[in-house]
């Protein structure tokens, strides 16, 4: 299974390969050895969809010497694109939508018994959400969708073209399945949703609320650690931040994306919102909570962006001060409001990547300012076991969701410890154990 994309993504393939462990097959290391291929794709940016038809070209070289390898598309890109994917790749034999991904057990086994092609993208199903527990990747972790889709329409955007409108789990559902996880020794849980704010809107028989869900998640026995995200500016209450101060294993950790700093721009992608208000929350995040760590996501480049936009949006950076920001350059899909308003994609190649890299540039130098202020801090570090670069140094998460690394000769994985802050770059924190 390759998975490209956002951490619902990431939930999804979790939850499609448990099926299909229910079912018999197991998973292997190498696409070689396997069976069945599956990419879980991403419509954001047209890169996303360059990868995965990129990997399928690969998979065509594997059935070429395996005839009996079933190759499946799942996600966004298969909701978005449907037959037309045969098109493109006609050695492809699923192609299951955002809807469908947990009947991917059925689809292969008819694929297996028939070699006839399954196409399943209907847009009516419900996300079938019964959870079922293994080929969990990492147990300690875990990420727990409690909403889908989204009910907003930036005009950049196609996600709610791929993943429909928005629902909500009900609480209890979504508590009743966080004790299991608990029980199964996660320790730190994220809960995922497009617009986590407006949480439990639609919910019968009563309303429910993001705040609700937090303290009835965090009162679940055991769990160290609660997060969540994505968080719209529009939609945030600041009431929520009490629950910050009220729930000790809520991590001071808000991903708040912003998008763009101009007025004019903000208007254009239907955001809903201005610089100063997004500016007042940031001030009543920071007041609540003094140490939370905040991210982004900006696009620059947007139809129309002047070099005036442009500045503003350095502004916003440089007064929000964000942990990380995730900043791309506009990359116009079909299905937004912004293809079908006819919105002019005129922002230049060049000028986009001049003010992606000027941002970034910027961003880091900030980000890295802030983090030597923690040099000499103590704080709890939840351990992800072996650093990627250095496997003789342990890797773990801060409160912030930063990753810090230590020095280690044990397996921290899965554990907590507390370490101090000796040295910072933007993107990392290093420290020794105490
Ligand atoms: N639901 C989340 C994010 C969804 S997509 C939210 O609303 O915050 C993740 C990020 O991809 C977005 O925040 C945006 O910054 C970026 N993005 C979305 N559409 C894009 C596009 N057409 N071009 C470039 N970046 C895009
Ligand atoms: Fe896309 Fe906007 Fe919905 Fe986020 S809030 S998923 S950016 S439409
Ligand atoms: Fe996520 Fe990409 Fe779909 S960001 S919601 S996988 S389009």
Redesign the pocket.
Known sequence: MYTIG?QMNVLDSELALATLEGDGLNVVERAKEADVVLVNTCS??EKAEEKAYSWLGRMKLLKRENPDLVIGVLGCMAQKEGKLIFRRAPYVDIVAGTAHFTKIDDYVRQVQATGKRILAVGRDEEVETERRLKARETRHSAYVAVQRG?D?H?T????PNTRGMETSRPLEEIVEECKILVGEGTQEITLLG??IDSYGKRLQPRRRTLSELLYAVADVPGLKRLRFI???PSDLKPELFQAFKDLPNLMPYL?F?A?SGSDEVLKRMRRGYTFDRYMELVAAAREAVPDMGLAG???VGFCGETEEDFEKTVELHRRTRYQNA?I??????DY?P?KQQELADDVPLEVKKRRINHLMQLQRQWAEEENQKKIGQVTEIFGEGPSKKDPSKQEGRNPQNQVVIVESGRDLKGQFYRAEITAATDAALYGKLV
């Open positions: 956002c954001v940016r989204c907003h930036c950049y955007c196609v996600v497009q617009n994505t968080s719209h991903h994306p998008q996501d900006t696009i995730y791309f350059m506009y990359s116009e899909r937004t912004a």
